[in-house]
């Protein structure tokens, strides 16, 4: 069974368009993130939600909308697609939120290109 | 802003040698994660380190965090391919979420 699912692994569409990518994960964690890693493979964070409260928002587009039905699930919604948001996005889970050193369980990432 | 500097940061060896790579911040973390990521996935966890000094073992590799917390090291004995991959250490500095390093590409040449 796959830990952490996303889906689409692959999405290509044209700019100004609406997309959405799904997330579940069946490790009963508490904490999912949504993270953007550019084409230098830098990782960066957009969201974080701990039981589907929204706890990290980092300087994200409006059009950028994450949404958690229950703990288990984290979407994100993008509208009027740009160039510039073309990357991989990676949701993962972790234990809980403390930072207290739980490692992060990645899902495979969707590779989105924007044309 | 806290960050995480990598070196180097791509790396090309033969089958069979050992190597160093290397995380560097100027803040103090207060724990510090190792993840391998392959092409096509996302990074896995390797290991977990929480005190300064400390040194973990994970077959070939063994993980070093700094004494003072600023710095870590991951160093791999007799390079395999299978080692090959994208190396990324990442930090928690006290908030709710880990900060990723630039990364180490990694390519071991059988």
């Known amino acids: 069974d796959t830990a952490v699912s996303q889906t689409p692994k692959y999405l290509v569409t044209q700019m100004g368009n609406d997309k959405s990518i799904k997330c579940e994960q069946n490790?009963?964690?508490?904490?999912m993130y949504w993270y953007k890693q550019d084409s230098k493979k830098f990782l960066k964070i957009m969201f974080s939600?701990?039981?589907?409260?929204?706890?990290i928002n980092e300087t994200v587009p409006n059009r950028f909308s994450p949404k958690s039905p229950d703990k288990a699930h984290l979407n994100l919604h993008i509208n009027s697609l740009e160039l510039g948001d073309s990357a991989v996005y990676f949701c993962?889970?972790?234990?809980?939120?403390?930072?207290?050193?739980?490692?992060?369980?990645f899902g495979s990432g969707t590779r989105l290109t924007v044309v | 802003t806290q960050l995480l500097e990598q070196s180097p940061q791509f790396l090309s060896i033969q089958e069979g040698e050992n190597l160093t790579v290397y995380c560097n911040s100027s803040?103090?973390?207060?724990?510090l994660q190792w993840y391998r990521q392959e092409p096509g996935e996302g990074p896995v966890l390797l290991v977990t380190?929480?005190?300064?000094?400390e040194v973990k073992k994970l077959k070939r590799l063994t993980f070093q965090f700094g004494d003072a917390r600023k710095d870590s090291s991951l160093h791999i004995t007799a390079a395999q391919p299978g080692d090959t991959g994208l190396y990324l250490c990442?930090?928690?500095?006290?908030?709710?979420?880990?900060?990723f390093g630039t990364g180490t590409r990694l390519t071991i040449i059988p």
């Open positions: 939600y701990n039981n589907k409260e929204l706890i």
């Open positions: 490790l009963g964690h508490d904490t």
């Open positions: 803040s103090v973390f207060s724990s």
């Open positions: 993962a889970s972790s234990q809980d939120s403390s930072g207290s050193g739980y490692g992060y369980t």
């Open positions: 380190v929480v005190t300064g000094g």
């Open positions: 990442a930090a928690n500095f006290g908030n709710e979420k880990l900060t």
